[in-house]
């Protein structure tokens, strides 16, 4: 952390460099001046995550990445994906505040218009959106839920073609769903945002960028993650192979 006021860390639990990449550029753009993002994703792992069998195998990745995080005294850590992978076992093991983007950008939504709708991916994915919203109290916010039927990794294939499924069922949400904002659904996406937000006049949200502001304005208020109750550090135990390295 080279004279920055604050360092992030922006977690990408999928595998993809190019992911990775596009999160992080977006995450910089937005960040106030001195704050640092440090992008990292797991060395082993999925490629992309695309259900309940991806994101269990993305959490051990995520937990190792938060724990190198605390040890270079981050000041915040970014679970960089729409299912939120792991994020209570990370606040149990950080310190320092952890956002998922899910959660950033529900809860952004929320402070600009009473009802938003979600963009996502894979069909098969809308559950684990709707899981969140139940586990954030965000259900009744929520108007409508969409996938462009696309794979994760298309929004990195240079082709175009899911940005502009995403752009057109962005389209459809605003004209049907009675939604004054729509969230996407994916951190592939981070990166169309602003330009979505220009081109159909309502509030379309990124959870990186959401994610960045949050984790500075707790920053700000000198909140980190409660240690009192059940987010409390994990209770020491000798954890043994793969995650031995987990061990407080
Ligand atoms: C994500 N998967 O944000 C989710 C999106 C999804 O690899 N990064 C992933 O569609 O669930």
Same mark, same amino acid.
């Given at each position: 952390?080279?004279?920055?006021?604050?360092?992030?860390?922006?977690?990408?639990?999928?595998?993809?460099?190019?992911?990775?990449?596009?999160?992080?550029?977006?995450?910089?753009?937005?960040?106030?001046?001195?704050?640092?993002?440090?992008?990292?994703?797991?060395?082993?792992?999925?490629?992309?995550?695309?259900?309940?069998?991806?994101?269990?195998?993305?959490?051990?990745?995520?937990?190792?990445?938060?724990?190198?995080?605390?040890?270079?005294?981050?000041?915040?850590?970014?679970?960089?994906?729409?299912?939120?992978?792991?994020?209570?076992?990370?606040? =149990? /093991?950080?310190?320092?505040?952890?956002? !998922?983007?899910?959660? $950033?950008?529900?809860?952004?939504?929320? *402070?600009? &218009?009473? %009802?938003?709708?979600?963009?996502?991916?894979?069909?098969?994915?809308?559950?684990?959106?709707?899981?969140?919203?139940?586990?954030?109290?965000?259900?009744?916010?929520?108007?409508?839920?969409?996938?462009?039927?696309?794979?994760?990794?298309?929004?990195?294939?240079?082709?175009?073609?899911?940005?502009?499924?995403?752009?057109?069922?962005?389209?459809?949400?605003?004209?049907?769903?009675?939604?004054?904002?729509?969230?996407?659904?994916?951190?592939?996406?981070?990166?169309?945002?602003?330009?979505?937000?220009? =081109? /159909?006049?309502?509030?379309?949200?990124? !959870?990186?960028?959401? $994610?960045?502001?949050?984790?500075?304005? *707790?920053? &700000?208020? %000198?909140?980190?993650?409660?240690?009192?109750?059940?987010?409390?550090?994990?209770?020491?135990?000798?954890?043994?192979?793969?995650?031995?390295?987990?061990?407080?």
């Amino acid at each position: 952390m080279t004279g920055s006021s604050l360092c992030i860390q922006l977690i990408n639990p999928n595998t993809s460099l190019g992911m990775t990449e596009v999160m992080a550029a977006t995450a910089r753009k937005v960040a106030s001046p001195g704050t640092e993002i440090l992008a990292v994703c797991p060395e082993e792992g999925a490629p992309s995550i695309e259900g309940h069998f991806d994101e269990a195998i993305a959490t051990l990745g995520v937990l190792q990445q938060v724990k190198a995080g605390r040890e270079a005294s981050v000041d915040g850590h970014i679970i960089a994906c729409f299912g939120d992978p792991g994020l209570l076992a990370a606040r =149990e /093991l950080a310190r320092a505040p952890v956002v !998922g983007i899910a959660e $950033a950008a529900m809860h952004m939504a929320t *402070l600009v &218009a009473t %009802r938003f709708s979600i963009v996502t991916t894979l069909p098969r994915t809308l559950v684990i959106a709707r899981h969140l919203l139940h586990q954030y109290g965000f259900e009744r916010h929520c108007a409508a839920l969409h996938a462009i039927d696309l794979p994760v990794l298309s929004l990195d294939d240079g082709s175009g073609m899911a940005q502009q499924k995403v752009r057109e069922q962005c389209i459809k949400a605003k004209q049907n769903d009675g939604s004054g904002a729509i969230v996407l659904g994916c951190g592939g996406m981070a990166d169309l945002a602003q330009e979505l937000t220009l =081109e /159909l006049g309502i509030p379309v949200i990124d !959870g990186v960028s959401a $994610a960045v502001r949050l984790i500075e304005s *707790l920053h &700000a208020l %000198r909140l980190t993650t409660s240690k009192f109750g059940d987010l409390d550090y994990p209770l020491p135990k000798p954890l043994s192979g793969r995650f031995a390295d987990l061990n407080n």
